[in-house]
C-alpha cells in the first residue's frame, strides 16, 4: 500500500502497524464491512415487504390466506431463529434446483433423493458447475439475504399486525360511514396512521436485524467473521511478510467495538426519527412534546 | 437396531453415555429423535443455569442502574450496554478467544475453554444484561403509592426493599421476564457453532441437527423434528413462569393482573 512497505521485515511500530493493516487480505476485511451494511441495505426493505404481505394476509377475509399470514408470523415464536437460517438456506437451494429440474430435464427418469443424496441434472445445478468464482459467492450471498429477509419478514409480520390493530377501530368506522370500501378504507385510512404505532417495535427489530448479521457465518459468506476468524489466526514467517501469534481476542475485540457503535448510532439516529414523527400525533408521547413545548 | 435399542444407545449420547459412533448411513426417524433430543439436554443445561444464576446478578445491575451513585450506576449502565449492544455471535467468539490466551498463561483456565463452562459464563452475563434492563423498566415504574405507603410505615432501605420494591418489580418485570427466557433457551443453540469445540461430537440439539442435515442433505427431517422440541420447551417453559406469575399476582383482583404475552422480537 504505501511505499515504504515493500520489506516489512525491517518495520517497526506505528508503521509496520499501518502496512499490516492494508495488506490485500485486509481490504477484504474492509470490503466484507460492505457485505454486512449491503445486507442490511437489501433486507431491511424487503423484509418489510414480506411482512407488510403476511400481516394484511393475515387480516384477509380469505381463510387460507388468514390461515398462511397467521402460519408465517408465528413461525418465529417458539424456534430459535438461528435454525431458520440453517434451514432456509438448504431448503430455497434445494427448492431452486427442484423446480429448474422440473424444467429444464423433464426427461430425466431418476428419482431426486436417492438415499442420502440429492441429485438433480447439471444444466439444473445452481450455479451452473462451469460459471465463475464470483457467481458462486453471489448466489451464496443472495440465499442469504433472501433467508435473513424470510425471517425477518416474519418478525416485521408481527410489528406489523400489532400496528394495524392499534389503530383506533373508530378511524375505520369513520371510513366505512363515508362509504369507502374496504380496500379503501385499508389504503387511504389504515395504512397511513399504522407506521407510528410500528416504529417502536420496527426499531428494536433493526437493531435486532443489525445483531443477526454475524450469522451471515454460519450462512457460508465470506463475512466480517469470517475475516476476523482468518486474519487473527497465528501467521508464521514461512507463509506471510508479517508473522504474529494468535490475535483473535484482539480481531474479535474490534468486532465487538464495531458492533457496539453500529448499535449505538442507530439507536441515536432512531430516537431522533421517532422524535420528528410522534410530532403532532395524538398519542402520549406526542401530547408530552406539545406539553414540554407549551 | 429396533427403536428401543436406539434410544438406549444414544438418549445420553450428548453425555457422553452410551454409543461412542454416532449412526452411519440411513438415518431412521427414531435416530434422529434421539440424538436430537439428547442435545436438547444441552440447551436445557445452559438455558437453566444460566438464568438461575443471571437472575440475581440481573437484580443487582437493575438496583445498581437505578442508584443516584454513579459508582453504581455507571458500571452497571456499561455492563448492560456492552452485552445488549453486541451480538451474542460476537461474545462467544471473544469470550472463546480470551478463554484461549488465558489458557496458556494459568491452567485454572482450562475448564473455560470448554463449553460447558466458558459458554455458561457468556451466557449468564448477556442474561444477565437482558434481564437488568427488563428489571430497571419494572423498576421505574413502580408505582408511586407503594413506595408512599412504605414510607409512612416507616420502611427504609433494605427492609423496603426487600417487602415492597422487590416483590413490585419482579410482578411488574415477570410477563418480559418470561419472554427473556424463552428466548434465552433459543440463544443457547448458538453455543456449538461459534467457536466453542463439541468434545467428542457431543453437542446440542442444533448441533445434532445440522449435523443430520449436512450428512442426509435433507434439511426437511431435522429441523422441523428440532422445531417440535422447541416448541415444546418453549410451552414447557411459559407454564412453569405462568405458575409463578399467578403466585406473584395472587393478591391482586383478577382483571388487574398482568396477562403473559409473547413478543417474538429479541434475538440477539
Redesign the interface.
Known sequence: MFSYCTDPSTLEGLSWLSCYLTTGKHVNLYISVFVVLTLLAITAPTALVFGFGAASAARSKFLPLRWFGKGYTSI????????FF??FV??LD?AFEWMRHKVKCPDWDQPI?Q????VVCDAAKLPLSTSPQWVHETYGFFLAVLTFSIVFGA?AA??LYGAMRAVPRAQIETAEAYGMTHRQAFWRILVPQMWVYALP?LS??WM?L??????L??LGVEDI?YW??EL?GTKTARFTDYPHP?W??E???A??VF??CF??VSEVVLDRVMTRLTKGQATAAGEAQRKAAA | MSCVETIQAYAFRSLGFGERLLPR???TLCEHFTLIGSGLIWNVYFGALALMTGFFLAVALAVGKSSPNPMFRKPAEWFI??FR???????F??AY??F??LKGVSGFFDPFTSAWLGALIVLFCNTAAYSGEIFYGALLSIPKGDIEAADAYGMTGWNRFRRITFPTMLRLAWPAYTNEAIFLF??T??VF?SGFPAWRQQGDA?YY??YF?D??????IP?PI??FY??LL??VIISLFGAVNRRLNRHLPQERRQRFR???????
Do not use: M
Not at chain 1, 443489525?210 to 450469522?215: A, G, N, W
Not at chain 2, 449492544?85 to 461474545?91: A, E, R, T, W
Open positions: 418465529v415464536r417458539g424456534v430459535p431463529d438461528i435454525a440453517l434451514f438448504i431448503a434445494q433423493r438415499g442420502i443424496d440429492f418478525f408481527n410489528v417495535g428494536n427489530l435486532v443489525i445483531k443477526s448479521t454475524p450469522l457465518f454460519l467473521v476476523a476468524k487473527g494468535n483473535h481476542v480481531y474479535f475485540f468486532l465487538l458492533y457496539l448499535t449505538k | 448411513g440411513e438415518y450496554f456492552v449492544g453486541s451480538p451474542l455471535f460476537i461474545q467468539f471473544f478467544a480470551c484461549l490466551s433459543h440463544a443453540t448458538l457453532f442444533l441437527a445440522s442435515a450428512k442426509t442433505f435433507n434439511p426437511f429441523y428440532l422445531a422447541f416448541i418453549t410451552l409473547l413478543r417474538p422480537n429479541l434475538i440477539r
